[in-house]
């Protein structure tokens, strides 16, 4: 068959999908899952961020036609990531935005589109004592949801990641400070001299690797920084951790994290306390959510507190 007969064989083939279904029912959710991309988001005056993401791509379905059309989705996926190459979209939650738009127009039966981005980016940090540069790996997460209203598309994006850091429990800290106390007085030691040492030296705790989670969801043309919101994630935990320490590194990290002992809940309400000092130009309807899942060592259980709150919300809350 030559490529004249192909498209018009092509075209003379029934469109099922546009067929009406047996049940018709109106289906929320339709679309594809795992479309694996490589995203190239430009920077000014910077090299090229890479993701090597993880697309799942929906639109809602009305119950009189039996299917949507996939091929669509794909096709809006690779003209916006092509756009994003030539420096069009500089965000990836603005991406996830201008692919939920376009869907709209590319699925006309369709009145919401939503657009999930799980992606592994890298970062690099000095470790505290000898500045020896390392890698880490970041999960990012992006989303965006477009939906009709009154013929107008209305956008709400949203960007986020998981951060694995370290915690120290504070009430095992307490255990072990008390029975240093007791063991100290027994041998005569002077009270001013026991507590300057529980000053210098923090007593023994268990450990945990937490990973916390922190995005934020927004309207319209607001911009959160994702650099902004890992730094939050990493310093609400007991301390950061590294791929590569040196000794002085390593006791610096065990010593700041056993001066900083912290529960599960008191990560989830130090992102809060933080994303309140550090996005106040947030409008207030902006959607935060914040999580911490901690892997205990002594326990055969996890921790786990999260949070969901508006900026508004938070700004109450905290205000007392």
């Given at each position: 068959?030559?490529?004249?007969?192909?498209?018009?064989?092509?075209?003379?083939?029934?469109?099922?999908?546009?067929?009406?279904?047996?049940?018709?029912?109106?289906?929320?959710?339709?679309?594809?899952?795992?479309?694996?991309?490589?995203?190239?988001?430009?920077?000014?005056?910077?090299?090229?961020?890479?993701?090597?993401?993880?697309?799942?791509?929906?639109?809602?379905?009305?119950?009189?036609?039996?299917?949507?059309?996939?091929?669509?989705?794909?096709?809006?996926?690779?003209?916006?990531?092509?756009?994003?190459?030539?420096?069009?979209?500089?965000?990836?939650?603005?991406?996830?935005?201008?692919?939920?738009?376009?869907?709209?127009?590319?699925?006309?039966?369709?009145?919401?589109?939503?657009?999930?981005?799980?992606?592994?980016?890298?970062?690099?940090?000095?470790?505290?004592?000898?500045?020896?540069?390392?890698?880490?790996?970041?999960?990012?997460?992006?989303?965006?949801?477009?939906?009709?209203?009154?013929?107008?598309?209305?956008?709400?994006?949203?960007?986020?990641?998981?951060?694995?850091?370290?915690?120290?429990?504070?009430?095992?800290?307490?255990?072990?400070?008390?029975?240093?106390?007791?063991?100290?007085?027994?041998?005569?030691?002077?009270?001013?001299?026991?507590?300057?040492?529980?000053?210098?030296?923090?007593?023994a705790t268990h450990?945990?690797?937490?990973?916390?989670?922190?995005?934020?969801?927004?309207?319209?043309?607001?911009?959160?920084?994702?650099?902004?919101?890992?730094?939050?994630?990493?310093?609400?935990?007991?301390?950061?951790?590294?791929?590569l320490l040196k000794?002085?590194?390593?006791?610096?990290?065990?010593?700041?994290?056993?001066?900083?002992?912290?529960?599960?809940?008191?990560?989830?309400?130090?992102?809060?306390?933080?994303?309140?000092?550090?996005?106040?130009?947030?409008?207030?309807?902006?959607?935060?959510?914040?999580?911490?899942?901690?892997?205990?060592?002594?326990?055969?259980?996890?921790?786990?507190?999260?949070?969901?709150?508006?900026?508004?919300?938070?700004?109450?809350?905290?205000?007392?």
């Amino acid at each position: 068959m030559n490529i004249e007969a192909a498209k018009t064989f092509n075209r003379e083939l029934p469109d099922v999908q546009s067929t009406q279904p047996d049940v018709r029912i109106n289906l929320t959710r339709v679309g594809v899952k795992n479309v694996q991309k490589l995203v190239e988001v430009k920077r000014t005056e910077k090299r090229p961020v890479i993701f090597i993401s993880s697309f799942d791509i929906f639109v809602d379905l009305p119950g009189s036609l039996k299917g949507a059309n996939l091929s669509r989705n794909f096709e809006v996926i690779d003209e916006v990531l092509s756009q994003a190459i030539h420096g069009e979209v500089t965000e990836i939650e603005e991406l996830c935005s201008v692919v939920a738009w376009k869907l709209l127009d590319k699925h006309e039966y369709a009145d919401r589109t939503e657009v999930q981005m799980r992606s592994k980016f890298m970062i690099s940090a000095d470790t505290p004592v000898s500045t020896t540069n390392c890698q880490e790996v970041v999960n990012v997460f992006a989303s965006a949801i477009a939906a009709r209203t009154n013929g107008k598309p209305i956008i709400r994006k949203s960007i986020g990641a998981e951060v694995t850091g370290m915690t120290a429990c504070p009430c095992a800290q307490n255990i072990m400070r008390e029975r240093a106390h007791h063991v100290m007085q027994n041998l005569e030691i002077e009270e001013e001299k026991i507590l300057y040492f529980f000053e210098q030296v923090p007593m023994a705790t268990h450990n945990q690797r937490g990973k916390g989670f922190l995005s934020i969801e927004t309207g319209g043309d607001c911009h959160v920084s994702l650099q902004r919101i890992i730094k939050i994630v990493k310093e609400s935990m007991s301390t950061p951790i590294y791929e590569l320490l040196k000794r002085g590194d390593e006791g610096h990290v065990v010593l700041t994290a056993h001066q900083n002992p912290r529960f599960v809940e008191d990560c989830v309400r130090e992102m809060a306390r933080k994303v309140h000092n550090e996005f106040q130009d947030l409008p207030g309807d902006s959607l935060v959510v914040m999580a911490q899942d901690n892997e205990e060592s002594i326990h055969q259980h996890d921790a786990f507190a999260e949070r969901q709150a508006t900026i508004d919300e938070l700004k109450r809350e905290l205000a007392g």
